[in-house]
Each structure stands twice: as C-alpha cells, then as structure tokens.
C-alpha cells in the first residue's frame, strides 16, 4: 500500500475514534500528570516558571493541560488536536474557568498556520506517539520554537506494549508473577487495537527512534524520565496488574530537550 494512503488511513481511524469518544477520556491523562503510575510535573519541574510565555501543545485534549498552565500565567496558548470534539470541549473547558486559547483542529504533522520562532515551549502530554511521520513533527515543532526554547512530551514507554503476564498458548493467566516479551522490540510496524467496540492505530516505537529524531531535529535533551511514581512503588497487597507491571518497568517515558540549533547546520 502506497504509504501516503496508509497515513491517511491511520489517520482517518484515529480521528474518527476520538470524535467518537472524547467525552469518555475528558481530564484525563493531562498536566500535572504525565502518565499513569508516573511521576508528576509537581515533582519533576520541567516547565519552571510559565509567566508570560507563549505554549503550544499537541493533542491538547479536553485543554485541561493547557488550564494547568493558564493557571500559572502563561501569556498565550495555543492548542493543536485532531479531533473536532476533543476541540469543543477544550474550549468549552477553558472558557469555563475564563481562559482562551488559539485552538486548531488537525493531525500534528499537517502543514499548520503557525508561526515560527515564536513559542517559548511546545509540549504534548500523551500525544505525540500519534503521528504518522515522527522525525518531520519534531522537524515542525523545532522550527515554532524561538532559539532555546523548550520541548517537553510524554509517551507510552515502547517496552509497555512488548511485555505481558505469563499466559498458555490459549491465552489463559497461568501464574501473575512473571513478564514474558509478547512481541519483539524492534518492531516498529502499525497494529490495530480494540478500544471501546472501536479501534485506533498506533506504532511502538523504540526509545532511539525518538533520541534520534530529535537530534536530527535540532534538539538536544536536558532531561530522560521513566520513573514509576513512589506511591505505586511502595504499594501492597491487591492492586491492579498494571500497577504490578509499573512496579517492574516503566508504563510511560518523558522528555524534556531544548531548541540548540536548526538541523542541517
């Protein structure tokens, strides 16, 4: 299949489940959170002090992160999603609590009427892995940053996908202590997964994969997290299995990486 038309496709099947079912996943997964059973931005600090600063996030959702950050005085939001619902809410979030922002409804990697050398901070909380083309996104969003400006994204981490509890070829739970690899981590190939009676496309990248893209970008990183947060990690007794997962590895990782240069130079 002709890959422009494959991104389409993708594409095409994840606007239409978000659409579908913004209003299930309103507030969730956004800032201070950067995942779950995952350290938070009240403990890590990557965005510092926002007063005055011009932001701009991808898959901004319901705008609850953006909320977060209006909060704390950034001058000027600007919001990107790929669903026109998610969009509605966002708006309708925001103006609730007396807030706006520039709202744009399109994939991330679309050619979009942003400026450049303009942001302070471009950030996505659990948004970025939806691309369908990783190294121009980053190419993009490097170039709506000003010199220096900061980068910040949260994604599931790629080994979340690739492991799993123990179980028989029948697929039946036969003890709930041990990860077993249930597909390869170099496996960067789109899969379809249920979601909901629906279904969306995503890709399991490797860690490198967005080491790399960066760096070709034109960022350098300043900070790496995979680190499950210390609740779950003192937990005990009945908790969930995937609590019991993040006890053993990390469920998402986080970057922060600073504007050093424009790539090719």
Known sequence: MDITIRKAEI???????????????????????????????????????????????????SGHSLKYLADRNAGELWGVDISGRQLENAEAYLKEHGYTAKLICAPMEAELDIPTDYFDYVYSIYGIGWTTDLPGTFRKIASYLKNDGI?????????????????????????????????????????????HGSEVILCNRKISTYVNALAQAGFAIEQMIEQTDEQTMEAAGDISDKAKKAKMLPISFCIKARKSHHPGL
């Open 11 to 61: 594409l095409k099947t994840n606007k239409s489940y978000w659409d579908t079912y913004a209003d299930f996943w309103f507030g969730t997964t956004s800032l201070p959170e950067y995942g779950v059973h995952f350290v938070t931005e009240d403990e890590l600090h990557l965005f510092g002090d926002v007063s005055g600063k011009k932001l701009l996030e991808f898959g901004c959702g």
């Open 151 to 195: 980068f910040i994204f949260s994604w599931h981490h790629p080994l979340n996908y690739c492991v799993s509890w123990s179980c028989s070829e029948g697929g039946t739970i036969i003890e709930n202590d041990k990860l077993v690899f249930m597909k390869s981590y170099f496996d960067e190939s789109y899969f379809k997964m249920p979601v």
